[in-house]
């Protein structure tokens, strides 16, 4: 099916070149209008089938390149090299259709820009932010930085990439909430590519109570224990409990580990396991801590 189109469009398309040069002589068809309607209609079918020829070689333009580019990388999903060109086609035609339809009413584009020349500065200056939004888009996708796949964090938000646009990167975090974040904010905001990195270490970030930690290595040996039904899908002895960051009454933390094999689902899986049983921890400690009792007190040395 997706053949038979392009050959009813590769047909088109020599017909309307054909038309548009002169090849095919629709004098006949035209005779048959009244005199005054003659010309006026031959002006309109040279521009509508300009049109015409315009869409369908920009379509042509389109697929070829992608088609090209995916015989060349073996790529059967969207990469950013296609997400880009799918923006640079929707770029050019809306000025080339912008263009034909000034024609299309026999309008021409100099005296346009000329009349409207201090409007289109004020236009400049209001539609700033959105012509910014779509640079910085355009420069993300070919940049390669960033790829649809994957998982970033973008100042609080953090998830994977599902697609990339001329205004916003669309993210799913954990929660499969969709978040755009404008491309603007993405340029200006320091951004984690976890997917980049060449040792895919998974992090799970936590802050607990010093009064709920006896030592950090007990903490780490519970929680690989809890691992232990998902240890032939983690890599053996990559599990590390790291402590970013002291504050005077708590102790943020990184819980790592690298799996086998890159698997979402298994991600969410564990930290599910891992999050629980950080609950139970610091929940089963907290009513050790509340049942100590008071010091009395007349008890010596008590303040």
């Known amino acids: 099916m997706k053949y038979f189109i392009l050959a009813f469009k ?16 629709i004098a006949p068809l035209l005779a048959m209008l009244k005199s005054r309607y003659r010309q006026p ?14 869409l369908l070689v920009l379509d042509f333009v389109q697929y070829t390149v992608v088609w090209f580019y995916r015989r060349r990388t073996k790529l059967r999903a969207e990469d950013n090299f296609i997400v880009g060109i799918g923006q640079l086609y929707s770029i ?21 820009l000329t009349s409207i020349s201090i409007i289109f500065a004020g236009l400049v200056l209001l539609t700033k932010e959105y012509v910014s939004n779509v640079i910085n888009g355009m420069i ?30 669309h993210l799913i975090n954990d929660d ?7 491309n603007n904010v993405a340029l200006m905001t320091d951004i984690v590519n976890y997917t980049k990195r060449s040792v895919k270490r998974t992090s799970i970030d936590f802050e607990i109570d010093l009064k709920y930690l006896v030592t950090v290595e007990e903490l780490e040996r519970n929680l690989v224990e809890t691992l232990k039904p998902f240890q032939d899908l983690i890599k053996e002895n990559s599990y ?24 979402k689902e298994l991600e969410r899986a564990i930290r599910r396991k891992v999050v629980r049983r950080l609950v139970e921890i610091i929940s089963g ?4 801590v509340d049942n100590i009792p008071e010091l009395p007190e007349d008890f ?3 303040a």
Do not use: C, W
């Open 10 to 25: 590769a047909l088109l398309l020599v017909l309307l070149i054909l038309l548009y040069i002169g090849e095919v002589d």
């Open 41 to 54: 209609m031959a002006y309109y079918v040279d521009v509508l089938s300009g049109i015409a020829i315009f």
């Open 92 to 112: 050019i035609l809306v000025i080339g259709l912008t263009i034909g339809l000034l024609s299309l009413f026999r309008i021409q584009i100099k005296e346009v």
């Open 140 to 169: 993300m996708t070919f940049s390669g930085e960033l790829s649809i796949g994957d998982n970033i964090r973008i100042g609080q938000h953090r998830g994977k990439i599902v697609d990339i646009t001329l205004q916003n990167i």
């Open 176 to 182: 499969d909430d969709v978040i755009y974040v404008p």
């Open 240 to 263: 590390y409990l790291r402590v970013a960051e002291v504050n005077r009454g708590s102790v943020t933390m990184k819980f790592q580990y690298i799996l086998n094999e890159p698997n």
């Open 285 to 288: 400690r907290e009513k050790f």
């Open 300 to 302: 010596p040395g008590h």
